[in-house]
């Protein structure tokens, strides 16, 4: 049996329009009358009408216009059209109905079981293709959802995207909870067509939401809560209903996540297979970009751990240091820095091992351990280069770095400069200038590694940095490298505002940033 419908019947005849209502409301739908076709259309404007029978001969506007008009709006296109006329019934007149955008074309005399069969042809096969143009759109929306949820880059963000999709696909108030890595848990709601709040949640809310409802063996559980029930757990619930959610979790041990919408009018059963699907997806992008924060986090340790945990006092000598990671980067990265003593003198040194992975960062380390060791014995820049060069060709012929070493004694200013391919030293200040002078790079060739020699006045300051700073797939590297030459022709007297203020310059980079700053006292 079909289900209720609106009808529309247009006649400028009583009688006929009474006989076609009472069919209709015989078979059990509602009907809405109009005598004319201006009347028709200001009653489509407020009115939802399922299915619409048009008299072909009215007096205001002819019924072939009143479809083409119909048809014409998006609002009312997909509403089907019978249209009916005691005249207009040869072959050509019924073709033009048809042509115009009617979907059937009876002539009186009509018998009350043929219009009764046509009328329910007409609401089902729309009603079908309004079902699943719908579900359609839905999951359309269903997949923009979840690829804006794989894009955050933040819980917030995620949790907001959530929310706000499931309000969109499911046309609901909707709303969220998340117990993030910090164990804060997030709270986010939604209306259909506005942006996403936050709002306060209890740490323990989630766990207690958790014990309300059933547990199943299932990672995901549907379940219906009355209002009531939601104040009991967040006072400032705004539902005056009750409401549908789905708890997820990827893993038992794992914390779940609560999508859930309004539940009046009941969803049914495509509305909720939406609903556990997007909360499948939100239990997996939390539970991706948890792993991402807590790998980068991971890395960030391990990188910071191989490089020097504090700056050496050296009298005569101002020195900054900083280490920035790639934005969106969670492996280990190569680069390094090492300031030492060695008797009179300091070490500056600045490297880089190509690539991102665990292997570069233990290369690195083997590599600064090396350094250190190789001035033990003796202090010739060359010589720990060479020695370097053919520890790398040796042990990991694979491999290659960049690495600069500055020997300064800070009382004569004197600097010995050895640089293996590296970025020069750039001698800051006004007139600010790169060194010029370099050699190969670790582990490509034998080399016999040069030494410069330098003077650095009282106030001089030297700059050091890696390639992460200035590489910029967008940008060349000698414009990079000359917008760095100009930054640092006023140094300020802080070297920590520097230091800070030529990082900001660059902004996030896309590969982790090692940078020394060193100042010979006045």
Partial sequence: MIEQATVLVVDDTPTKRYILSSWLRRAGHRVIEATGGEEALQTLAVRHVDLIVLDVRLPDIPGYEVCERIKADPATSAIPVIQVSANAISVSERAEG????????????????????????????????????????????????????????????????????????????????????????????????E????????????DRLSRMVVRESARTHVFTLRAEDWRGLVPDVQIEGSSTGVLCRTKNARSPVYLGVEAEPELDAD????????????????????????????????????????????????????????????????DFYEVLPIDERVLVAIGDVEGHSLHAATVMAELRHAMRASFIGQVDLSASLDLLNQMMRRYHPRMTATLCLLLIDPATGEVEVANAGHIPPLFAGTGSVYHNLGNLLLGALPEVYQVDRVKLPPGGTILLFTDGLVEDRR????????????????????????????????????????????????
Avoid: C
């Fill in 98 to 193: 048809l042509e115009r955008g009617a979907d059937a074309y009876l002539a009186e005399p009509i018998e009350p079981a043929e219009f009764a069969a046509i009328v329910e042809a007409m609401l089902r096969y729309y009603r079908a293709r309004w079902r699943a143009e719908s579900m359609a759109a839905r999951l359309a929306g269903l997949a923009d959802v979840t690829l804006l949820m794989n894009e955050a880059e933040s819980f917030d963000r995620l949790l907001s995207v959530a929310v706000e999709g499931a309000a969109k696909v499911l046309g609901r108030f909707s709303g969220t909870l998340a117990l993030l890595p910090d164990g804060r848990t997030r709270r986010f709601r939604a209306r259909p067509g």
């Fill in 195 to 206: 942006p996403a709040t936050a709002h306060v949640a209890g740490p323990d809310l989630l």
């Fill in 271 to 334: 509305e909720v297979n939406l609903l556990r699907q997007l909360g499948q997806q939100l239990a997996l992008a939390v539970d991706a970009l948890r792993a991402y924060t807590e790998e980068h986090a991971i890395a960030l340790t391990l990188q910071r751990s191989l490089l020097p945990t504090r700056i050496p006092e050296v009298p005569g000598l101002r020195v900054a240091m900083r280490y920035q990671p790639a934005v969106d980067n969670i492996e280990v990265g190569g």
């Fill in 475 to 522: 940008i060349s590297l000698d414009d990079s490298l000359e917008h760095a030459r100009r930054l640092a022709e006023v140094v300020e007297d802080d070297l920590e505002e520097f230091a800070d203020r030529m990082l900001q310059a660059f902004g996030a980079r896309e590969d982790d940033v090692a940078l020394v700053v060193v100042r010979r006292e006045a």
